[in-house]
């Protein structure tokens, strides 16, 4: 197994084996939640600067680096295409007029030539549904680049726009699951997986965001089904605390829904949490 990374911006991923450790906390303020398309860039050729061409799976810290995903697709090597397998609670396709943030970068990596599509599997929010509508970008979805996977999610509004194929609605977690496996053991196709930690029920990994319904068994059996074609792969969804110094970024993840985190609590969830890292690399690595 190639050894996993740790982009440690955020301090909140354990002392995995035979990691490799990025330290790139100067970061934090600058990348969290969301920035500029050029302050990515740099990020980038940070990256790029620093990380070994080959790796295993790169751990990006807190949900709210989910975003630092599409310059890890854009350097997957190889020239063939592939499709992008994301498990989150999200979309990740919502609209954001400042940049790129750990809620609309998806539609950015669906635009990459070499992406023949994204799914995102596991979601529960309401992002997806009427009231949100118009946030989300619509030309992947409108496209065939990208399909959302969801459970409890009224979303019939898609079918009123002609988007019905790019929406997969479930009555349950267990249903949802068993359609995504069905389709991806007939494929062949290479993939880049990610996965926020997120689209787990609470009880599985408690996380920055509000949380889907995806049992462990459920996230196992997606894993199954495609880690023989992975080519890359990221894990993100830690869970950490920060004060943002600009007090837009204090706005704007206030809008966003984020609660404060319990101090107590946190050391408990971050053991949770490095368990589970364990766990999933070898999934995804077996």
């Known amino acids: ?28 303020e600058g990348v969290r939640f969301g920035c500029s398309v050029g302050r990515l860039r740099r990020f980038a050729m940070t990256l790029e600067d620093s990380l070994p061409r080959e790796h295993g799976t790169v751990f990006l810290g807190s949900g709210d680096f989910h975003h630092l995903t599409w310059p890890l697709v854009e350097r997957v090597p190889g020239r063939e295409r592939f499709q992008v397998v994301v ?3 999200h979309p990740d396709n919502m609209r954001f007029p400042f940049g790129v943030h750990c809620g609309s970068w998806v539609r950015r990596v669906a635009m990459l030539p070499r992406v023949s599509h994204v799914h995102v599997i596991g979601i529960t929010s309401t992002d997806i549904g009427r009231g949100h509508a118009w946030e989300n970008y619509l030309g992947p979805l409108r496209e065939g680049k990208l399909t959302y996977w969801s459970n409890g999610v ?23 699951v068993d359609a995504f496996v069905d389709m991806q053991v007939a494929s062949t196709e290479p993939v880049y997986l990610s ?7 609470a009880d599985v ?8 319904t995806l049992s462990e068994e459920g996230g196992a059996a997606i894993l199954g089904a495609v880690c023989r074609r992975v080519l890359a792969s990221d894990v993100t969804g830690e869970i950490s605390r920060y004060r943002y110094k600009s007090w837009w ?3 704007l993840s206030a809008m966003d829904g984020q609660e404060d985190i319990d101090p107590v609590r946190i050391a408990e969830w971050q053991a949770q949490q490095h368990a589970l890292n364990v766990r999933l690399l070898a999934l995804i690595h077996r």
């Open 1 to 28: 197994m190639r050894q996993p990374v740790v982009l440690d911006v955020d301090g909140s991923v354990g002392a995995i084996a035979r990691r490799i450790v990025l330290p790139l906390r100067d970061w934090e």
């Open 87 to 89: 498990l989150d609670n």
């Open 154 to 176: 009224d979303v019939g509004w898609a079918n009123r726009l002609g988007l019905g194929g790019a929406f997969r609605a479930f009555a349950s977690s267990e249903a949802m």
């Open 195 to 201: 996965i926020d930690k997120d689209a787990y029920a």
């Open 205 to 212: 990994a408690m996380t920055n965001w509000d949380q889907g």
């Open 249 to 251: 970024k204090r706005r």
